[in-house]
């Protein structure tokens, strides 16, 4: 008779579950991320010398905010690409996830703020014309979003998505 070798409960665990990752290195992640992204869209409108005072601190909140929410599902996107890969596979699915990640929902948090504004040209009741109006509202909001908003990562959001999945690659082994 052969040896079967026993599983462990965390081998046992369906992949997914086994991608998540802790909710406190998480939390402190995405704040991390969440100040990074924040000064990277700080430095990049200085740099501009662009806007007020009172747009830039929305400016920063936005970016912060989407880099925030970003993070976890970032994280464990590249946990669930990586699977028992080594550190460059580690290394790129963290580039890849973080970056998608962090700029699609920035985006879209920025997407749902045009969207308001817009909402009193909208039509008030359900309709097709509503619909129309609110889906194309959105792609041009994230079109805006990809032509102006994603200079701001740049340089100092990108230095600091290679930390990030340096780090990431440096934990996988």
Do not use: C, K
Request: charged share 15%; hydrophobic share 55%; net charge positive.
């Amino acid at each position: 008779m052969t040896d079967v070798p026993r599983q462990t409960s965390d081998q046992a665990a369906p992949r997914p579950a086994r991608a998540l990752p802790a909710l406190g290195r998480v939390m402190v992640g995405a704040t991390l991320w969440a100040v990074l992204m924040g000064l990277s869209a700080w430095y990049g409108v200085s740099a501009l010398d662009w806007e007020t005072r009172g747009r830039i601190t929305s400016i920063i909140l936005l970016f912060a905010a989407g880099a925030f929410f970003a993070f976890p599902l970032g994280i464990l996107v590249a946990r669930l690409l990586t699977g028992r890969g080594g550190r460059e596979v580690a290394f790129a699915a963290a580039f890849l996830s973080l970056a998608v990640a962090t700029i699609g929902i920035t985006s879209l948090i920025f997407a749902f703020d045009y969207r308001t504004y817009y909402a009193e040209w909208h039509d008030d009741e359900l309709s097709i014309r509503l619909v129309f109006e609110v889906v194309f509202t959105t792609l041009s909001a994230v079109y805006q979003f990809a032509v102006l908003g994603v200079r701001l990562y740049f340089p100092v959001g990108f230095l600091g998505l290679f930390v990030a999945s340096w780090w990431f690659a440096r934990q996988r082994n």
